[in-house]
């Protein structure tokens, strides 16, 4: 190794720490408020490392803001979402990009448009159609809307064109029909996307505030950004301890599952080519 | 942390802007707010009234109901709180619910938002004779349209100057509490500085800019709002007024940090003056190590204080279409105004200025109270509407405004920021 | 133990007519190799054998059986694919027991069994727990072949199995491949752009150009009597000579080897005339007898070919390709005379560049050039 390279190297290393320590600072300040003492937070709250640790936070936060039911919701929501969305973007997705038939191109291009339709154009159309169903307020309400995400059919669609059409044949000769080589070939092949599109569905619907907040109104149906929202006031001012060990909590189930799934998170988004 | 609450607080006001384009299209379809009925020709065994607030109401909201549900036997009170205490986040719940036929009969909100209310929902006036025994009304001004009272303020706040009286002292000054043109408040500033080298004041412009720009303005005597809905303080007193931002900067002794992070520094015991509201009080005397010697002085004026500051906090508005539920919110309202209601609205967890003269004369009479509590259960100066520029363009009022504080803030002289300030302003106005 | 008719095979996709009335007969264990150019439509012949595609015309019987309606995976046809196409999430074991599993209806047990016996039969046994991104090409290759193998088919149909494969491999696999197929017992199509891999593989190669088969014949018939300039141009390497010609007004024709009269038996020849010379028929020096055709021109370059050189002469327009041994190799810019028998040099003529028959038949001869040299 030349001195250049090694000076090239030690840069790399620098930036790549740097950028890595400024990505994890504020889960590091997360964590760092969350075990401050709530009274007399700032006196000690404006060093790095922590005077005192009072864990009390931790156990405030869990029932001020009743954060064991809101979990619950949470998972049962945010699954609920995921399930129903890879029934319905994995069959589309594999329809357009494994079948020819008329109107294939039309289709693509609504859900190409729906990608550019903002959220909140939808949102309150579509919140009164969910009342007029009587659904107002109900955990379906929370899960209904999601039912498919155009997003999700595109990402999958872009990794399936990339199964070679040989592969489809080789799949037909060997006597799978359109559904079985789907489970059994095509699925498979495209999982580092599924995987991705899971975790980004996971993801944005875990943290979602606008939705539940207009939907859920009954305390038993929170979800947890919701219950985080406990510890804002706007007059007398954020209990910061509290909401950063309710945000602790609340963001540990998912930073564990991304931790878990990170290589299919990173090849999925990159996407990967399907080597035959 | 902070961004993310900004980022969330900007999505919620353009929400709550398209939400009111719903709500503006029904209550302009014909659909009536009723004026309330004389409440003995009601019967509340066939009434329910439905309730929207934020979660600082529910002691005495829960107080209220239990009132009601003695003096009218019968009478359904549906009073859940919604999760968040921001009110942004409620009135946009209330306008989708609203959207979707489940209007709530009587609602809180934040004070900065009722112009939002009257211009698009048709709300009940409230006759002050109603309200109980003690109520301070005084402060009715603050929910005050065009002369009419829609709006009774609940859990009120006003903006103050909290200062450090030791770091005061060291730069010899002893009685802060004359500290009351914006020259002797610029002159102490520097002589802190002066000794610790460090800057002494902020007023931040993240958070509340439209309130604290108002209060600096009103204070000095000149008028936020003209009396045409215009923009009011482009004028040589107000641009000297508001200029008191951009002198500090340039003399360097402004912090200019956020709210959040200012009341940090104050509670460290590292600031001089952080511009505050009265609501936080109890907050800042929860985090502040006991040995701290602060205290919350009145806003300063340019010539000395010379105006009504603008309220905070919220108040409650009655937005029912039918004329029995408007008259028991009505009686509603009376019973979460009492001193015992307002005990628990405003008592010591929550630093806001007592409502009703009869619960802060109980709360005097307490042992040991913080000098700085008193303060905030004390203020009786009558206060003006927050805000007070027509609904339809709040958002991107304080969006203006936020741009003005932070341009002054840089250094930059009042006298090129505010004229063009007002007219980006009164062109969204129409004026 | 299958034969295959195509009677009468037309596919069109859209305007453009892939397969043109194609008839072909292959018997049963043929090793038979469909030759062209990429487009020509070889390919969508396999796929009609296979049952991937539909011939919009024609029939297909397999053993004498009609197959229209019958599906691919019902056929008696295994296919190798291009670029293998292996499920690239499964093992190899699983590459060749889910399709005796799902299109055969075999139980786990037995196709595994059958798997292993083939992946014995290949001597890749140690390869059948790895996926295909842990093999080398001709591991997979190997895979691939084991999974057309195991379903014991009557027919083999193999797209272009050597493509992506390099040089060495290619030779060893072409026999390999071969020998497998004779083995099985089956009949094997095979479809290949590369016409040495078709010589060499194949007991009879089809010639295809614009959706029809233009020749079909043994590789020695096709070699030494291409029926068209096309089809000889297509086979051989390096690439027989096409030297195009001038008829004169008198009848006779200016070619690269000068002035050629023509008789009564060259009567027949129609349109342009081209010649067609092998490089390994064109000899360097004087004729050995008086009735050679020689010319002359300019070595511009020398390429080694195996054993042989390649010699590259500019005639003064076009370039002529010979063969030689190394040791005789001409010195790069020299002048050399070259010299063909005339037995050995192909008429081609007419619009399709027909065969017309050799030049000694056709009673063709050569002014003599010696005096000019």
Redesign the interface.
Known sequence: MTTSNKVHTALATALGIMAAALALFPFYWMLRTAVAPAEGLTTTGLSLIPGEFDLSNFIRAWDKANLGQAMLNGIAVTLGILVLQLLTCIPAAYALSKFRFRGAGFILGLVLACLLIPNQATMIPTFVGLNLLGLGDTRLGLVLPFVTSAIGIFMLRQQMMAVPDAIMEAAKTDGLGPLRTLVSVVVPIAAPSIAAFSMLSIFTHWNDYLWPLLVARSPDIMTPPLSLATFQNADTGFDYPALSAAAAIVTAPVIILFLLAQRHFVRGMAGTEVAG | ?RRK?LA?AA??T??AL??SA?GGAESGSGVSVATAAAIDQCKPEETSIKLAF???GTPAVEYAKKVMEQKFPGLKIDA?A??????S?LT??IV?DS????RPDLIMT?LGQLRFWTDSYNPAPLDPATLPEGYQKQFLTAGEVNGTTYLAPF?I?TPTMLVNKKILAEAGITDPASIKDFAALEDAARKVTAKTGKPSINISSD?LPDWFSQALVQSSGEKYVAEDGSFGFDTPKGREAIGLLSRLTQDKVSLNVGM?EG???F???NLAFHMA?T??I???A????KDLDWAPIDLPGLNGPAGDLPA???GWVVISEDSCKAAFSQAMITEMLTKEASLLSSGKD???IPVNKLATEELLKGDNIAPQMRYAWTYDKPLTVWGGFEGAQTAQIINTVRTMMEQLATGKPADDVVPATAKSINSMLGK | MTAIELTNITKRFGDVTALDGVTLSIRDRENLSILGPSGSGKSSLLRIIAGLEHPDEGTVELDGKDQSGVPAHQRDVSIVFQNFALYPHLSSLGNITLGLRHGLGLSKQEAETRAREVASRMRVEELLHRRPKAMSGGQRQRIALARALARHAGVVLLDEPMSGLDAQLHISLRAEIHQLISQEGATGVTVTHDQQDAMSMADRIAVMDNGRIVQLGTPDELYDSPVSAFVAGFIGAPPMNLLSSVRTESGAMETAYGRVSTDVSSAALTGDVVLGVRPEDVRLGRPEHGNAWTTEGEVILVEPNGPLRTVHVDLGGSVLLLSCRSAERPQLHSRVAVWSDPEKIHVFHGPGGLRAGMASELGLTAAALSAAV
């Open positions: 942390m609450i969330t999505l919620a353009v929400t398209s939400l719903c934020a979660p600082q859940v919604a999760q968040s205490g921001n009110y986040d946009k719940q989708a959207a979707v036929g489940k934040g859990q706040s958070d959040n009341q940090a520094q509670a460290a015991g509201t609501s936080r109890a907050q800042i929860k985090q502040a190590p905070g906090g919220n929550y630093s806001y």
